[in-house]
């Protein structure tokens, strides 16, 4: 079955400190990968997302994310966090036969000490 | 242009009592999906329409129904409303399906009493 997982439930960094947020996948082929953001009482906001080509890719809000087929991995990274970026983070994947879904990980609840 | 709307943003209800939340989108998407969000456990699929005049259940669509209305507008159903669907629920749209990138809407938190 294809899932989605992101292992830590809550990241707390100091602002101005780098930042990595980890998801891994378990899918028959290669999905196409997504990480989204929400801010509190927010819908869900498109940061950066993987189709194919350049396994590193960069986002809106100075995020990139890297691909790494061997690990099954989408990682997050922001080399300086803001106290703006204090939301919850989700990783998603879809494609194969999945007709448009996206199956999501739980979500990474990011807090920012100033 | 706004997006995906969705109403009502709160709702409360009595166990037992009905209710419809709408959603619309105004990108000539094709797809449209609800999901719902709880602590925890991210967002689950419960209904979606790959295209106008058609919806196929998601992973938790028990207790619910869909209507795809038009292209534009896609409604999700309680006929009676339990406690274990106190929840957050987002619609969302995509287009083409291939390409997976969905757009949400603000959410409806609801909460059953």
């Known amino acids: 079955a294809q899932s989605v997982t992101q292992p830590d439930i809550h990241i707390t960094v100091s602002e101005g400190a780098s930042l990595e947020l980890r998801c891994n996948y378990s899918?028959?082929?290669?999905?196409?990968l997504f990480w989204y953001v929400q801010s509190p009482g927010q819908g869900l906001q498109l940061l950066l997302k993987?189709?194919?080509?350049?396994?590193l890719v960069q986002g809106i809000k100075g995020f990139e994310a890297e691909f790494k087929r061997s690990q099954s991995s989408f990682n997050l990274r922001k080399p300086s966090v803001h106290w703006s970026d204090a939301a919850e983070y989700f990783c998603?994947?879809?494609?194969?036969?999945?007709?448009?879904?996206?199956?999501f990980g739980q979500g990474t609840i990011l807090t920012v000490h100033p | 242009n706004a997006g995906v709307t969705q109403t009502p943003k709160f709702q409360v209800l009595k166990t037992g009592q009905s209710m419809t939340l709408q959603c619309a989108q105004d990108m000539n998407h094709n797809s449209m999906y609800w999901y719902r969000q709880d602590p925890g456990m991210g967002l689950r699929l419960i209904y979606y329409s790959a295209s106008e005049g058609t919806t196929d259940k998601g992973e938790v669509p028990n207790g619910y129904n869909v209507s795809r209305l038009n292209k534009r507008e896609f409604s999700l159903r309680l006929e009676s409303a339990a406690p274990s669907q106190t929840s957050v629920y987002f619609c969302?749209?995509?287009?083409?399906?291939?390409?997976?990138?969905?757009?949400f809407g603000p959410g409806t938190r609801l909460t059953v009493t």
């Open positions: 998603a994947a879809g494609g194969g036969t999945s007709y448009g879904k996206l199956t």
């Open positions: 993987y189709f194919s080509g350049d396994t």
């Open positions: 899918y028959g082929a290669t999905p196409y």
């Open positions: 969302a749209s995509s287009y083409p399906t291939d390409t997976y990138e969905q757009y």
